[in-house]
């Protein structure tokens, strides 16, 4: 759906589409709202987004727990870090700035993540998304809110300890540049001292669920499955 809006609205720029969501405060502001005005026809009645937020430390297991989510309730699942590494690859104008950042553990400027977010969501014909390692910080929290236009309706939090999460990135061998002992440490500080209060807003907003992430891939995902099929019947 973001699809057909953002190819019929290439001359309405994204933050008339931010502005425009954010009065009305409505995914049906962003897609049949704008595809009447540039096309002056009455479009289909949409669907209400679904957003999810998937937080938790570095190697809790969001990744491989947001698999098996797509599997089972098809979400899109669009990985922060997996945009910004394929930013990297792509020799774009941010990507050596982007993989410094990596490297040093530390956390991208938000408006380059939001917008490669925003890209992904238009590209996008589904309507529930797995945003997976974002926001990772207050201020990338209130850039989403800000440029997309829309709150999430969940927040998953794996709640992982250091020494297991310590072990997993060590062990993950992709050949990732921050999977190593020296990045790692400083991933975790970045953890305590920004990603927590964002755990915490959404906690005290009552978004959201923690999930002890201990313990097999599947006996983590029977704490992940009753969230999403609790919501199943009105996020369609
Ligand atoms: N429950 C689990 N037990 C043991 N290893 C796991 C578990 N879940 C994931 N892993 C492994 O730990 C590593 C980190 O998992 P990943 O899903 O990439 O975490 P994150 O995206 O939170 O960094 C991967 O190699 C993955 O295969
Ligand atoms: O919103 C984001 C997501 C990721 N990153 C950067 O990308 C790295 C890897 O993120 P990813 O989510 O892939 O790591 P994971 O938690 O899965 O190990 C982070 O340490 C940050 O440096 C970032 O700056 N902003
Ligand atoms: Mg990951």
Redesign the pocket.
Known sequence: MWRRVASLSSSISSSFLAQTASRLNTWESLTTGIAQQAKGVIAPKEKTPFITFVL?????G??TQCIKIVETFGFAHL????L??REIASKSADGAM?LN??K?????PSQV?VKLIQKEMELSDNHKFLI?????TEE?RVSFEQIIGVEPNVVLFFDCPEEEMVKR?LNRNEG?V?DNLETIKK?LT?FQALSLPVINYYSEKGKLYTIKAIGTEDEIFEQVRPIFAAFEQTVG
């Open positions: 938790g430390g570095p190697g809790s969001k990744g990985s922060a870090g997996d910004l590494r982007i950042t990596i040093e553990g530390k956390i991208v993540t997976d390692g974002f926001p990772r990338n990135v990732r921050d991933r970045v």
